[in-house]
């Protein structure tokens, strides 16, 4: 029994387990996935009126909707553009509640979301 724990990574992937024993190579079966898409945006207010920007002061609440997040909101990174990482406040395996950080200039940027969570696997 072989366990393999995958520390998480910055690229949404599945990841293919192999052991290398004497300068042999055996690959596993196993594929430790760490997958995650994004269906839908919401920028979210405390003013009735309903926003389509993120203010480059940073601060709004953002919800993303998708697929394949962690529930514990610690394991889940997201980051609009790239180097801006938002506070998750909130996260379930299809929604996140974010609070947006600060821009340096206004603009359109990709938003992700990275699995940070460790994961364990019997192979």
Known sequence: TLTVRFPGSPVSADYFVYVEYNGDRYNSTTVV????????IE??????????????TG?????????????????NAVVF?????AEVLS???TELVVRAGSFKTAGTVDVH?????TIESTC
């Open 33 to 40: 996935s760490a997958k995650s898409s994004i269906s839908s």
């Open 43 to 56: 920028i979210t207010t405390n003013s009735p009126a309903s926003k389509s920007n993120i203010s480059t």
């Open 59 to 75: 601060g709004d609440i953002v919800k993303i909707t998708g697929t394949g997040f962690s529930t514990n909101k610690l394991d």
């Open 81 to 85: 553009g790239d180097k801006t990482y």
């Open 91 to 93: 996260a379930s395996l």
């Open 113 to 117: 979301v990275y699995l940070k969570l």
